[in-house]
């Protein structure tokens, strides 16, 4: 299925006014966030919702994140708690994603959650999905804008060589400032580390008082996206690389001789923000192999080295 024609909007009023009424319609449309590109459509369509996973060929088991304007918003489809309201003052609207027992009442549609007992539910800080989400008046399931298995898109570019003619539209907000996907922490128990991502675990563990729980690997898939080999660009990828062997291409992060370089003075967030890029601009170098430089384990390098380990994964 790629028969469709994929609009490319400019996020003025009139754009995300297309939009909205595009998600109105049961449509698809790619939005910007600050941590990559949404695959956004209606949470309540279920038409929509099973449309998010045709397009992404993404599996039925995978739930989605459900974006919404605001905290208050947020508690119509979850059952609220002290300690969400405590993150969500601290991180919303931002790159973190709370797991929650949902609502009954919800009214979301069934293959949202993939019929588990909770959601994952986000206030994303961009200006163009905040003014597209108060524009739709509605929650927007959306799993990042790529197809299943492949890097994450950080431009509309990227949206445009992985799923244009799967699409309806896109709203081009520019490059995604954080480049990892959000934080997932799962609230149904002790808060637990389900993902990490754009906002460090220390970070949150500051405003918990708290350590974070650790998802055991041996623990079943509560995150799906928990899979090894995600994320994976076509080359295959070494780490903690300090020499290239013939065939390479060396992803360097501080300052090394490489190909492109995540961060020359070793800046984390810096290196978040260019990781998918530079996989995308590498893989379409077409090298047998990406070598990449050490990442520190600290910080936004937790995130980082999640996603060059599943890259790095044997494939299925
Ligand atoms: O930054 C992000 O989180 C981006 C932007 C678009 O918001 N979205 C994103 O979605 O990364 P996706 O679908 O690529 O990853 C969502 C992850 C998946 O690993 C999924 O398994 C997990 O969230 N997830 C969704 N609902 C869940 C739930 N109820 N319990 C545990 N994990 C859940
Ligand atoms: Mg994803």
């Not at 698809?28 to 279920?46: K, S």
């Not at 800080?125 to 927007?140: E, I, S, T």
């Not at 990490?196 to 041996?218: C, F, H, K, M, Y």
Request: charged fraction near 15%; hydrophobic fraction near 40%; aromatic fraction near 4%.
């Amino acid at each position: 299925m790629s028969s469709l024609s994929t609009t490319v909007h400019t996020p003025d009023t009139a754009g995300i006014f297309r939009c909205a009424e595009t998600l109105s319609a049961g449509g698809l449309i790619a939005l910007p966030t600050e941590t990559v590109y949404g695959l956004g459509a209606d949470a309540r369509n279920d038409t929509a919702v099973a449309r998010i996973f045709e397009a992404k060929g993404r599996p039925r088991f995978n739930p989605l994140i459900v974006h919404v304007a605001s905290a208050q918003i947020a508690q119509r489809y979850v059952h609220w708690s002290d300690t969400a309201q405590r993150l969500a003052d601290a991180f919303w609207p931002g790159a973190l994603t709370l797991v929650l027992p949902i609502r009954d009442d919800a009214g979301l549609s069934p293959l949202v959650t993939a019929e588990l007992p909770t959601l994952a539910i986000r206030v994303p800080a961009h200006p163009v999905a905040q003014a597209l989400l108060r524009q739709f008046d509605g929650p927007v399931a959306a799993p990042s804008a790529n197809r299943s298995g492949k890097i994450s898109p950080t431009t509309a570019q990227h949206v445009i060589d992985g799923l244009s003619g799967r699409i309806e539209a896109i709203l081009d907000g520019g490059a995604c400032p954080v480049g990892v996907e959000s934080t997932i922490i799962g609230l149904s128990g002790t808060p637990t580390l389900l993902r990490p991502g754009g906002v460090a675990s220390e970070d949150i563990e500051a405003v918990l008082g708290s350590p974070l729980t650790q998802r055991n690997q041996s623990d079943p898939l509560t995150a799906p996206g928990q899979m090894l080999s995600h994320y994976a660009p076509g080359a295959r990828v070494r780490l903690n690389a300090t020499t290239i062997q013939p065939g390479e291409m060396l992803l360097g992060f501080g300052p090394v001789d490489c190909m492109l370089n995540l961060s020359e003075t070793g800046n984390l967030v810096e290196a978040a923000a260019n990781l998918f890029h530079h996989l995308h601009a590498l893989d379409a170098m077409g090298p047998e192999g990406i070598a990449v430089s050490p990442i520190p384990m600290t910080g936004l390098g937790l995130a980082i080295n999640d996603r060059l380990s599943r890259a790095a994964a044997p494939r299925p």
